[in-house]
């Protein structure tokens, strides 16, 4: 059994402490100051201040950043851990949680979550494999999704809805952007393959799903050193509609507008539309995505 980490830097999503689930952040604090760790705790007012006060925690000697909240705080943790050594936990609070449930961790259950944490704690982190996305001279990392088509106006749309929470506010942009759904022409560039599509959507997994559930590559492997390439290519927005309820129980993927090619790096060019990653806005397309082996180590 590994020693137990000396110092764990625990940060909460500022969002975290309005409502049903304000009281996940200080019940992870309690527990872990309960099992005998030295708890750093981090709840600044924003997104922007919590990221550099926690770099600035970790710099100070940190065995390990534990995240509270929900996909878009998994992609702060993973930003400023990987390739560091680090591992990261995810305590799921949020909206979408779909890196902490393609992990395994209880999503709909804080005391099963926290439970996996500390016994994780006690473990050798588990090893998993990360994204990098290169915009000019930007590059940042992901763990779940990069989203270039379709999808990734739909998650534009729902990060300015307030309500309402979970895969339902997915759900409802989605509908109301069905209304402008059409094809657009993309050059992908795969592994040193020039494909040109016509696409509805066109997204670069490492994890199964995103959305809150959406299993666009069910058989995703974050092990597996590789990202899956996943594009949806024309079709009637009637049809687009009745297969979509395929799309959360993993039952598209043998669709013929669908396909899904295993890549280690890929270029994406297309006019007029923007990059999302983990939920997160990266800009206007062309980006670079590129997977990094073994970047990550997790607790779960």
Not at 240 to 265: A, C, D, W, Y
Request: proline letters at 5%; charged letters at 25%; a neutral charge.
């Amino acid at each position: 059994m590994t020693a137990l980490p000396r110092a764990v830097v625990v940060a909460v999503n500022p969002m975290a402490s309005f409502g049903r689930r304000r009281e996940v952040g200080p019940r992870v604090i309690e527990r872990l100051s309960d099992a005998g760790h030295h708890v750093v705790a981090m709840g600044e007012a924003n997104i922007e201040l919590l990221r550099r006060e926690t770099a600035r925690a970790l710099k100070d000697g940190a065995d390990a950043l534990v995240v509270v909240g929900g996909d878009g705080m998994a992609n702060l943790g993973i930003d400023l851990v990987a390739d560091t050594g680090i591992p990261l936990g995810i305590v799921p609070s949020g909206t979408g949680n779909d890196l902490a449930d393609g992990l395994g961790i209880p999503i709909d259950d804080t005391e099963a979550a926290i439970d996996r944490l500390l016994d994780a704690l006690q473990r050798e982190p588990r090893t998993i494999d990360a994204g990098t996305i290169r915009r000019g001279e930007l590059t940042t990392w992901f763990g779940c999704v990069v989203s270039a088509g379709f999808d990734a106006t739909v998650n534009e749309r729902a990060n300015l809805m307030s309500r309402p929470r979970g895969r339902s506010r997915y759900v409802i942009a989605l509908l109301r952007e069905l209304a402008t759904l059409r094809p657009r022409p993309y050059r992908i560039h795969a592994d040193g393959r020039s494909i040109e599509v016509d696409a509805m959507l066109v997204s670069v997994a490492n994890n199964r799903s995103l959305g809150g559930g959406m299993r666009i590559v069910p058989d995703a492997d974050l092990s597996d050193g590789l990202l899956d390439l996943f594009v949806v290519g024309p079709m009637s927005r009637l049809r687009f509609l009745r297969l979509f309820p395929k799309v959360f129980r993993g039952e598209h993927t043998g669709l013929p507008e669908v396909s899904i090619l295993r890549v280690s790096s890929v270029r994406i060019e297309a006019e007029g539309v923007v990059a999302y990653a983990d939920g997160e806005r990266i800009g206007p397309l062309p980006v670079e995505v590129s997977v990094a082996a073994g970047a990550l180590r997790v607790l779960a």
